[in-house]
């Protein structure tokens, strides 16, 4: 388990975020974290909505239970975080 680096490019957010998560966090953790500094900030809840990650400018949501370690992402990959149906 290390600290990972990752901005968040929160869904609804006009600001982009610095965000450490570990590298045995699954996409759903990752999205967790992301929203503490946007969700009730800057972003309204959407309880009815769960929060999928993918990478910035591109349509493919990762598995929920995929983990950053698998993900092979670089230091500081900007990824979008964004509400879908469940």
């Known amino acids: 388990m290390a600290a990972f680096p990752i901005n968040s490019n929160f869904e609804g957010d006009f600001v982009m975020q610095l965000i450490s998560v570990d590298t045995e966090d699954t996409m759903d953790q990752v999205a967790e974290k992301c929203a503490y500094h946007s969700v ?47």
Request: glycine fraction near 4%; avoid cysteine; hydrophobic fraction near 35%.
């Open 40 to 86: 009730g900030r800057r972003v309204a809840a959407q309880p009815e909505k769960v929060m999928r990650v993918r990478l910035h400018n591109t349509t493919e949501n990762y598995p929920r239970d995929m983990t950053v370690s698998d993900a092979g992402w670089r230091p500081t990959e900007t990824l979008d975080i964004i509400f879908a149906d469940s």
